[in-house]
Structures are given as C-alpha cells and as structure tokens.
C-alpha cells in the first residue's frame, strides 16, 4: 500500500485538541516515518486540529452531518474527499464521531484509532476522553495505557495492533493520568503507523499478526 516516497498517504480525523495530530506532524517532519498526513478532517470547526493543520499547511475540512440535508449526501462528501486526496490510511484521534459504515468498509483494514486505555477493558459506548480516566481511577486497577486498533462497526471493537501500559500511581487524578497516557500516545501512534507503511500488518480474519 505504499506509495514512491515509501510513506502512505494519512487523513486524520479530530474533534478536539489534536495533540495526537501534532504528534504524527512531527514524527513525520523529523523522519521517524515516511507517511504524511494530507488531509484532515474535522466535524468541530473550532478544533485545536484544524487550527493545527492549517498552521501546517495542511489542507483541513470542518466537515460535518448538519451541513447536509441527507446523511448519504455527507458520507458522499466524505468519500469524495478521501478519494481526491488518494487516501491509503485512516487515523481516527479524538474523533467523537461514528463513523458511517460505508466509509468502514470502503476503507476495510486501512482506519485506525487511538484509544486512552487498555482495551478491550475501559473502552465502548461512552468510553471517551476523561470518563475513561474516571472509570480506571475510580475502578482501582493499578495500570491503563494506549491502545491502537483497527476500526470496525463497533465502538472500541476492532483488532488491536498495538498496546502500551502505564502505572495508576497512589494519588494519581483523572487529570494526572490523561497526561501520562496522552504521552504514551503520542509514541504509540506513529509506531504503529511505522509498522503498517513498513507491511509488517497481516491480517488473519479478525486477528492481526505483526511481522518481526
Ligand atoms: C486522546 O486521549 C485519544 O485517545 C482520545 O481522545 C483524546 C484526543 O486527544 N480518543 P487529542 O485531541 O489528540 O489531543
């Protein structure tokens, strides 16, 4: 799936402060990975990510469902901006959006999220940003982390590519803990990136298998 610079061809998708896209800017700028991202796609028009893209002459769509009178004319929209920018890879960061499930199959096995917990514990329908940290700091576990996974219809369901864990310290806040894994994140994303434009990705059904 790589293109002749050896990099893939990434539209993010982000509703909020996009932390997650800067990181995958500098990953690429400073050349830990050959993928660059061309696109991005919010449906917040006051997001930190597309005030991020802009900054970074990256061309940025508030994109969103009430800008259409029909659902299939906003998917249509959609697809037709990932067409144009001959997108190879999908990464979801902080988008609080299902996404249509016409674009999950046209783009099978090529959209990822990110994830501020280990799944598949902490994760699903109203697991998003702080209420996950809630939940594990008011759950007791002594470890959360990052997750990487593919998307599939489901909330938080597709198969994990890569997993990191971090300490739930005594004393630890909600706060204090989303500031420890956004750090995590924001290694594990490009990493994962770097594995699939290297094809070290394989699939067997529902499992995927990382090559050495
Ligand atoms: C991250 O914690 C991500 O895992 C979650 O939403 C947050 C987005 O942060 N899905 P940012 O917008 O990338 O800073």
């Given at each position: 799936?790589?293109?002749?610079?050896?990099?893939?061809?990434l539209c993010v998708l982000a509703s909020g402060e996009g932390s997650n896209l800067k990181a995958i800017i500098r990953a690429w700028k400073s050349?830990?990975?050959?993928s660059r991202v061309v696109l991005v796609i919010s449906n917040n028009s006051k997001s930190g990510a597309l005030r991020a893209a802009h900054r970074n002459n990256i061309p940025a769509y508030h994109l969103?469902?009430?800008?259409?009178?029909?659902?299939?004319?906003?998917?249509?929209?959609?697809?037709?901006?990932?067409?144009?920018?001959?997108?190879?890879?999908?990464l979801l960061a902080g988008y609080m959006?299902?996404?249509?499930?016409?674009?999950?199959?046209?783009?099978?096995?090529?959209?990822?999220?990110i994830?501020?917990?280990?799944?598949?514990?902490?994760?699903?329908?109203?697991?998003?940003?702080?209420?996950?940290?809630?939940?594990?700091?008011?759950?007791?576990?002594?470890?959360?982390?990052?997750?990487?996974?593919?998307?599939?219809?489901?909330?938080?369901?597709?198969?994990?590519?890569?997993?990191?864990?971090?300490?739930?310290?005594?004393?630890?806040?909600?706060?204090?803990?989303?500031?420890?894994?956004l750090?995590?994140e924001h290694?594990?994303y490009w990493?994962?990136?770097?594995?699939?434009?290297?094809?070290?990705?394989?699939?067997?059904?529902?499992?995927?298998?990382?090559?050495?």
């Amino acid at each position: 799936m790589t293109r002749s610079s050896g990099g893939l061809n990434l539209c993010v998708l982000a509703s909020g402060e996009g932390s997650n896209l800067k990181a995958i800017i500098r990953a690429w700028k400073s050349k830990k990975i050959k993928s660059r991202v061309v696109l991005v796609i919010s449906n917040n028009s006051k997001s930190g990510a597309l005030r991020a893209a802009h900054r970074n002459n990256i061309p940025a769509y508030h994109l969103s469902q009430i800008q259409f009178n029909s659902e299939k004319k906003f998917v249509d929209s959609f697809l037709g901006l990932l067409r144009k920018f001959e997108i190879d890879l999908i990464l979801l960061a902080g988008y609080m959006k299902m996404l249509s499930p016409k674009i999950v199959k046209r783009y099978k096995n090529r959209i990822l999220n990110i994830h501020p917990a280990l799944l598949p514990q902490f994760g699903g329908k109203g697991m998003y940003g702080m209420n996950v940290h809630h939940a594990v700091i008011e759950s007791g576990e002594k470890s959360s982390g990052a997750t990487v996974h593919f998307v599939d219809e489901l909330y938080d369901h597709g198969a994990t590519l890569f997993q990191k864990q971090v300490g739930v310290a005594e004393g630890d806040t909600p706060e204090t803990l989303q500031k420890k894994v956004l750090k995590v994140e924001h290694k594990i994303y490009w990493e994962a990136i770097k594995l699939i434009e290297q094809n070290k990705v394989k699939f067997a059904g529902r499992k995927v298998v990382v090559e050495a």
